[in-house]
């Protein structure tokens, strides 16, 4: 049993969640990115499996935004009140354990007040006019305690926090005995305090008056003490109920990972910290799958913090509880290779003792995995206003740990690249303020060449396009070409048997993984507004991604355009074709399919080609057909209809 649960160990380091570096390194990047997101107005915190640390395939990304301009506090003990804030009292006599209601104390906020509704003379913060506040175009739909897009991609959950530990919640810090958690991390997540999230206990009288007292902090940072094995463990449970206890139509959606972490975190509690070791690693998920048919069969599940709410009171009864019981205990005869329905892990051959352990692919897994992470579309949420550049500038400078320094100037370079152009977008009044800002913009191009091998490069070269410097951007963009070699790779696609010999591994890995992103990876060139984004395009809006050597060609074509070289243009056109034609560095993203296909389209017609323009439009209409909203601001895809 030792030997295998080593191998499933070593499995899902390699496969599935990543070795324990790799977690860290998430970890790190969402806290950095967290940091740099939060507004004067709000705290950004990421949270679920991905602020876990773990990135679930299938799973969506969790973000809690805490409003700090609103305080709860569970006895109001100063008459002073800052005029500024929203204050609210908790009150918990008419609750179940675990809820709570919020008595308006005092709000310069019409919109605060209007969101209340009248309960015993009192006014309390309604859940459900909350809720609607925070529904827009991009977050229509209301899931549970969120609001999130239609595709059910992103949740985002608009919570108050308390800075003090409720009293509820008291008997968790003198429970434990035990090793874990220790007094150190105890202090920390109390000192922290509470949350809480705009939902009520399904049925009661008062539903939409109720706020659930939220742990996720508390919870982020226990998960984060964690060793390897735990984590893992915790991996597993999550695969078991989303890849096989769900699939059965008969206990579909009758648990959720919640219970699941629930589980394991009184498991951890219980044991000794030294049992969670990769020899042990089934037998650990075997006692968390013990414990969870044993909830079940009981109905019990205490809460973590707050023991007296029953996660399972009036949750699974009757049939639904006889269907689930029955399929667990099935399950559960299969032992430990009842993870082996799950389609994530049952198509490799498992599980000997030949699992690859070696560094070097170790070290390629985690940077697959890192460029297909959900890290990477936290970015968008950056902005480019002045406390985030200055932020990570006084974390550059101040910190000592050499990892979070490369961190926070990958985040730097994309804080940069967003910067600039929206620098470029100014206008401008006399010839000394254009000189300033052509140098400022020039300057934030130059630091923004740091989170990846080339698209940099391409921003800078635009902006000499646009400033009709045709020759120097011919000569950045041979430069930026000369990085486009076979060793590298563009997000989200898996690194080669090839690609893993041809990249240096030995030298990259001293660098580190955040750092090697710089070396390895060919990103897209994102336009984040339309002020670089060549003006024969006919692009008035912002938010297009082109394939880099794609885009490295057109842009070719187009200088070369301008400066009459026929023979130039004729090869840099032939090379856009050849480009798309063997979808190279074009990744599987049908969105810089499509916009290729439009570059190569305004290439045709500028030469006078329009039947072959026409042909690469219609192909740039049948790849953006699921996304009409982006076909609009494409104007050049008029000429299908005007030929």
């Known amino acids: 049993m030792a030997d295998l649960s080593i191998s499933l160990y070593h499995y899902l380091c390699k496969n599935i969640v990543g070795t324990e570096n790799h977690v860290k390194t998430i970890r790190l990047m969402n806290t950095v990115c967290d940091h740099l997101s939060s507004e004067d107005n709000r705290v950004y915190i990421t949270s679920g499996s991905f602020g876990e640390g773990l990135e679930m395939r299938g799973s969506d990304i969790d973000i809690m935004f805490v409003l700090k301009r609103i305080e709860v506090n569970e006895k109001i003990i ?18 179940k354990p675990g809820f709570a209601m919020l008595c308006l104390i005092s709000s310069p906020s019409h919109q605060m007040v209007d969101s209340c509704e009248t309960y015993r003379m009192d006014n309390y913060l309604s859940n459900a006019l909350f809720k609607k506040r925070y529904l827009n175009e991009a977050s229509p739909v209301e899931h549970g305690p969120c609001v999130s897009d239609t595709d059910g991609l992103t949740d985002l959950a608009h919570c108050l926090h308390s800075k003090f530990w409720v009293k509820s919640a008291s008997g968790w810090i003198s429970r434990s005995n035990k090793l874990w958690p220790n007094e150190s991390t105890k202090q920390i997540i109390t000192n922290y305090g509470v949350l809480f999230v705009p939902i009520g206990d399904k049925g009661s009288p008062h539903e939409e008056l109720e706020w659930r007292i939220s742990f996720s902090v508390g919870e982020k940072l226990l998960i984060y003490t964690f060793s390897h094995t735990q984590l893992l463990c915790y991996a597993l449970m999550k695969i078991l109920l989303k890849d096989v206890i769900n699939t059965n139509s008969k206990c579909k959606d009758l648990l959720c990972s919640y219970y699941l972490k629930t589980i394991i975190l009184w498991i951890s509690e219980e044991v000794q910290p030294s049992v969670w070791t990769p020899d042990n690693l089934i037998p650990c998920f075997m006692r968390c799958f013990s414990r969870l048919i044993y909830c079940v069969q009981y109905q019990v599940c205490p809460h973590y913090f707050i023991p007296e709410n029953n996660l399972f009171e009036n949750k699974i009864g009757g049939l639904d509880r006889v269907n689930l019981i029955d399929t667990l205990r099935v399950l559960f005869r299969y032992g430990w290779r009842c993870i082996l329905f799950s389609k994530q892990i049952s198509h490799v051959p498992i599980l000997s003792n030949n699992v690859q352990n070696d560094q070097s692919f170790l070290y390629y897994d985690d940077l697959n995995k890192l460029l297909k992470s959900s890290t990477f579309v936290r970015v968008t949420s950056l902005t480019d206003k002045h406390y985030n550049f200055s932020r990570v500038v006084h974390k550059i400078i101040s910190c000592n740990s050499k990892k979070l320094k490369f961190i926070h100037d990958y985040f730097m370079s994309m804080v940069c690249n967003l910067k600039c152009q929206s620098i470029y977008l100014r206008s401008t009044i006399r010839n000394k303020n254009q000189y300033i800002q052509h140098k400022t913009c020039l300057s934030y191009l130059l630091m923004s060449i740091n989170h990846d091998t080339v698209s940099g490069w391409f921003m800078l070269a635009s902006f000499f396009y646009k400033e009709k410097q045709y020759k120097e951007c011919g000569i950045l963009i041979l430069y930026a070409l000369s990085k486009c070699t076979l060793d590298k790779l563009i997000r989200g696609t898996e690194l080669s048997i090839t690609q893993r010999l041809l990249v240096k591994w030995n030298l990259i ?54 400066m009459n070289n026929v023979r130039a243009y004729r090869n840099s056109l032939r090379d856009l074709q050849l480009t798309i034609a063997e979808d190279y560095f074009m990744g599987k993203d049908k969105c810089p399919k499509a916009l290729s296909y439009y570059c190569l389209g305004t290439a045709l017609q500028l030469m006078g080609d329009n039947v072959s323009a026409q042909i690469a439009f219609t192909e740039t209409v049948k790849l953006l057909y699921p996304y009409p909203f982006l076909i609009r601001p494409l104007k050049r895809l008029s000429i299908i209809t005007s030929l």
């Open 509 to 562: 890995y001293k660098q580190g993984v955040v750092r090697s992103l710089k070396f390895v990876l060919l990103d897209n060139v994102i336009f984040a507004t339309s002020a670089f984004i060549p003006m024969e395009l006919l692009i008035e809006e912002s938010g297009y991604e082109i394939p880099p050597v794609v885009y490295a060609h057109f842009l070719s074509f187009l200088c070369h355009y301008h």
């Open 78 to 95: 100063s008459h002073f009140f800052n005029p500024k804030k929203t204050y609210f009292s908790l009150k918990t006599e008419d609750t």
